[in-house]
């Protein structure tokens, strides 16, 4: 059994650790606020652009781009969204495992020299260099301070690498954030544009609670699937007769482009939610289990120092019946 002064310094130094993980969980707490309120601030133009223009390239026959046509995948890019710092629970090590296995699956097919890495974050740069994969660019600066301007280079570069030819298919794996305690890892194509992903997409979200329980996940659980079972009973077909002006060609010039910039960032603004999120929550548990350690070690320290009393009573009642 340790002795009391050991007890005491471990009490001491698991208090100095939960200061630390309940200053970081509010800090987290306080950055996750500010990134919910930037993406409910650009989520509702999104997403309303996204279905126009998605229900409009699937209704209309003559509204064809080469960035909704499928070709044969010979070179692939994999944008990675993850985080520059760690304490973050599994958020950085879940991402870079889906990327691990989007570039296996790829290597069997086209080979491992053919997938570009576009990594957004410290850790999945690291990694990817150190797997001796074809990594385009550093933008760490990203994945803690969002940048549109940024985004719309990446985007541009990645259009016209797709346009050329050079690659033939994108696709993002980063984490989608539906609630402060659910985030749900996503691997979604970005370019070819999917038409088909509108009619099943998860449009789900709690942006105002920084609450992360159990309670809270199951409740978001269940309005999701009453919300399900709603769309399913009022399916509307999709308005097939619009009027394009001021012709087809140059609304989807104009507007393309934007929807793939609001695509972009929004994955951007959900992985970085999701960071701050999955730190909150760590710290919290990590906080938690701090409490319960501190109980156990106070319980044992004042048991050691009971029984230290009883020893030295017995030693004074002891030699007193001596003499």
Request: glycine fraction near 4%; charge should be negative.
């Amino acid at each position: 059994m340790p002795s009391l002064k050991e007890i005491k310094g471990r009490i001491a130094s698991v208090k100095s650790t939960r200061k630390i993980t309940s200053a970081m969980k509010m800090v987290a707490s306080s950055k996750l606020h500010h990134a919910q309120v930037a993406i409910q601030n650009m989520l509702p133009y999104e997403e309303l652009l996204e279905h126009i223009l998605k229900s409009f390239l699937a209704a209309e026959a003559e509204a064809q781009t080469i960035y909704d046509q499928e070709r044969p995948v010979k070179r692939a890019a994999l944008v990675v969204f993850t985080s520059n710092s760690s304490l973050c629970g599994g958020f950085n090590a879940n991402t870079i495992k889906m990327m691990t296995h989007a570039v296996d699956e790829y290597s069997k097919t086209i080979g491992r020299d053919n997938v570009e890495i576009y990594p957004i974050g410290r850790k999945v740069y690291e990694k990817a260099k150190k797997m001796g994969l074809a990594v385009q660019g550093e933008y760490s600066a990203l994945a803690d301070k969002p940048n549109v301007q940024q985004c719309i280079d990446i985007v541009m570069e990645l259009g016209q690498k797709f346009a050329d030819g050079e690659i033939d298919k994108v696709e993002l794996i980063y984490h989608h954030f539906k609630s402060a305690g659910s985030q749900v890892l996503t691997r979604k194509t970005f370019l070819p544009i999917d038409i088909e992903s509108e009619l099943n997409a998860d449009k789900e979200r709690d942006l105002e609670s920084v609450i992360a329980t159990k309670e809270s996940q199951e409740y978001l659980k269940k309005r999701g699937e009453r919300e399900t079972e709603r769309k399913k009973d009022d399916v509307k077909p999709l308005n097939d007769n619009f009027i394009v002006e001021p012709d087809m060609n140059t609304v989807l010039i104009e507007l393309l482009p934007k929807m793939a910039h609001l695509m972009f960032y929004t994955a951007l603004l959900d992985s970085n939610a999701s960071e701050h999120a999955a730190r909150m929550v760590a710290m919290q548990t990590a906080t938690d289990n701090a409490d319960e350690l501190l109980r156990e070690l106070n319980l044992q320290y004042n048991k050691g120092r009971q029984q230290a009393i009883t020893n030295e009573l017995l030693d004074i009642v002891g030699g007193s019946v001596n003499n």
